[in-house]
Nanobody
Framework: QLVESGGGLVQPGGSLRLSCAASGVSLNNYAIGWFRQVPGKKREGVLC????????FYADSTEGRFTISRDDAKNTVYLQMNSLKPEDTAVYYC??????????????WGQGTQVTVSS
């Protein structure tokens, strides 16, 4: 089970750090993907990292602003989001599975956390 937290309302240019805590699975054995979805649109991968933290995918819209990190001792991964823009507003999901940007690559999903960027 994956549980996201850390979402909320932030002003443009601000930062948020999302957490994804796992139980029943060891995240260090899996690739991790962060996805986001807005109503009426497809869920898109914004940042994905493989299981040994070697290959990382960034969506064009997030590269340079979003980073991922792991805390294996806490079995938790984080998405640090800086310089947030209104277009980053979405429900954010973490996922664990095989490396890739497709939803089908991932076996475990969190319930999502809302991020709203607005003044």
């Amino acid at each position: 089970q994956l549980v996201e937290s850390g979402g909320g309302l932030v002003q443009p240019g601000g930062s948020l750090r999302l957490s994804c805590a796992a139980s029943g699975v060891s995240l260090n054995n899996y690739a991790i993907g962060w996805f986001r979805q807005v109503p009426g649109k497809k869920r898109e991968g914004v940042l994905c990292i493989d299981s040994i933290d070697r290959d990382t995918f960034y969506a064009d819209s997030t590269e340079g602003r979003f980073t991922i990190s792991r805390d294996d001792a806490k079995n938790t991964v984080y998405l640090q989001m800086n310089s947030l823009k209104p277009e980053d507003t979405a429900v954010y999901y973490c996922a664990a599975g095989s490396y890739g940007t497709s939803r089908s690559a991932y076996d475990y999903w969190g319930q999502g956390t809302q991020v709203t960027v607005s003044s």
